[in-house]
């Protein structure tokens, strides 16, 4: 059972969403061989003041 962990800067709509999962599960069953129905995704929005690159915060 595959899981995915997503962690983006909040801000993307329910659509991209849906999309982005689409295209991992998708993935997952063509190169990994897993069925649909046991890709997991868990879709975390973060503060783009909660996110740091280079020891900097982002916002």
Same mark, same amino acid.
């Given at each position: #059972?595959? !899981?995915?962990?997503?962690? #983006?800067? @909040? *801000?993307? $709509?329910?659509?991209? @969403?849906?999309?982005?999962?689409?295209?991992? $599960? @998708?993935?997952? !069953?063509?190169?990994? *061989? $897993?069925?649909?129905? =046991?890709? =997991?995704?868990?879709?975390?929005?973060?503060? @783009?003041?909660?996110?740091?690159?280079? *020891?900097?915060?982002? *916002?």
């Amino acid at each position: #059972m595959p !899981v995915v962990r997503v962690s #983006m800067w @909040k *801000g993307r $709509t329910r659509e991209q @969403k849906e999309e982005l999962a689409r295209a991992i $599960t @998708k993935a997952l !069953v063509e190169i990994a *061989g $897993t069925q649909p129905e =046991h890709v =997991h995704i868990i879709f975390e929005d973060v503060e @783009k003041s909660d996110w740091a690159i280079a *020891g900097r915060l982002c *916002g």
